[in-house]
């Protein structure tokens, strides 16, 4: 089992530059989330899917989107990328969304 | 609302000695506490988690973390530091197990 997956694992993007961030769990997983991390700030949830079809957003929303493309797929999608959205960016996944989630090894994502 | 709140953001122990983590949260129903660590250039993992019962939880590497309510804190403790432990650790509350808010983080350094 891979667990949880992220690609790409390092971007460059351009200030209004567009992108999408890939999440992929093989644990057969009914919740996933889009965290980012900033030094001195923890982990910040974006948005999250507590099951197939639905999406709800978190803490820090703004200028993100998502989609949760099947049961083992949830991407995140930045359409004009900022200077404040350098980042690291963690998917994590569980059963429900009271069950221990489980975390991908992250996107580090720098905006010039 | 949840939140929580890690004391030190930097702790130093040398290689031996007791580690001491401190976390505080507020919540304003019976929470959920977990402690995840971050090795460099790593996703999160978890180390342990309390969610009813025992108060004194025990997780993996040798660390545990007791639950008291009148203090409101959840602290992480290993009675002997090795170099290996040396991460970035995460304490988190979530409502009902729902979802998670995590504390600033605290960088521990093991010296030799």
């Known amino acids: 089992n891979a667990g949880v997956t992220q690609t790409p694992k390092f971007q460059v993007l351009k200030t209004g530059q567009s992108m999408t961030l890939q999440c992929a769990q093989d644990?057969?997983?009914?919740?996933m989330y889009w965290y980012r991390q900033d030094p001195g700030m923890g982990l910040r949830l974006i948005y999250y899917s507590a099951s197939e079809g639905t999406t709800d957003k978190g803490e820090v929303p703004n200028g993100y989107n998502v989609s949760r493309l099947n049961k083992r797929e949830f991407s995140l999608r930045l359409e004009s990328a900022a200077p404040s959205q350098t980042s690291v960016y963690f998917c994590?996944?569980?059963?429900?969304?009271?069950?221990?989630?489980?975390f991908g090894p992250g996107t580090r994502l720098l905006v010039l | 609302a949840q939140s929580v709140t890690q004391l030190g953001s930097h702790v130093s122990v040398s290689e031996g000695a007791l580690v001491l983590l401190r976390c505080n949260y507020s919540?304003?129903?019976?929470?959920?506490l977990f402690w995840y660590v971050q090795y460099p250039n790593q996703g999160l993992q978890l180390l342990l988690k309390?969610?009813?019962?025992?108060?004194l939880v025990k997780g993996i590497n040798g660390f545990e973390a007791e639950f008291k309510k009148s203090e409101t804190s959840f602290h992480l403790t290993k009675p002997s530091a090795h170099m290996s432990d040396a991460a970035e650790y995460f304490c988190?509350?979530?409502?009902?197990?729902?979802?998670?808010?995590f504390g600033q983080g605290t960088i521990l350094t093991v010296h030799p």
């Open positions: 309390y969610t009813t019962g025992a108060t």
């Open positions: 988190a509350v979530s409502e009902f197990g729902g979802k998670l808010t």
């Open positions: 644990m057969n997983h009914n919740s």
């Open positions: 919540s304003s129903v019976p929470p959920y």
């Open positions: 994590a996944s569980s059963e429900t969304l009271q069950e221990t989630q489980y």
